[in-house]
C-alpha cells in the first residue's frame, strides 16, 4: 500500500501561482499512474490532470489546460501540480492519488491510495 501525502497549497490572489506536492512512500512509486483530483464545498470530488509513469501521457480536465501543470520525479517518489493564472474558481480542496489498475482515467472511482488534502484558496 502506498502512502500520500500533499502539501503546498495556501490563499493567493487570483492570478498568482502554486505548487503543489504529493509524495509516496510505502512501495514502489515509478509504475504508478497519479492523479490530481480536486473538491470544492458542496461539489463532488472532480478530475484535474493525470501522469503515466513515464510522464508521456498527460492529461487535464478543460478548464486547466494552460494553466496548470502536472509533472513527477519518480527518483523522489513526488508528484507535482504547478498552478498559475489562478482563478477563484479553483478554490478547492485538491488530492492526490493513485490509479488502482495503472490506466489513464479520469474517474475518481478508479483511484485510491488518496492523501488528506490540501487546501487551495484563491482569492479575487
Known amino acids: 500500500q502506498v502512502q500520500l501525502v500533499e502539501s503546498g497549497g495556501g490563499l493567493v490572489q487570483a492570478g498568482g501561482s502554486l505548487r503543489l506536492s504529493c509524495a509516496a512512500s510505502g512501495r514502489t512509486f515509478s509504475t504508478d499512474v497519479m492523479g490530481w483530483f480536486r473538491q470544492a464545498p458542496g461539489k463532488e470530488r472532480g478530475f484535474v490532470a493525470v501522469i503515466t509513469w513515464s510522464g508521456n501521457s498527460i492529461y487535464y480536465t478543460d478548464s486547466v489546460k494552460g494553466r496548470f501543470t502536472i509533472s513527477r520525479d519518480n527518483a523522489k517518489n513526488t508528484v507535482y501540480l504547478q498552478m498559475n493564472s489562478l482563478k477563484p474558481e479553483d478554490t478547492a480542496v485538491y488530492y492526490c492519488?493513485?490509479?488502482?489498475?495503472?490506466?489513464?482515467?479520469?474517474?475518481?472511482?478508479?483511484?485510491?491510495?488518496w492523501g488528506q488534502g490540501t487546501q487551495v484558496t484563491v482569492s479575487s
Open positions: 492519488a493513485v490509479s488502482r489498475l495503472g490506466i489513464v482515467t479520469v474517474d475518481p472511482g478508479a483511484f485510491g491510495s
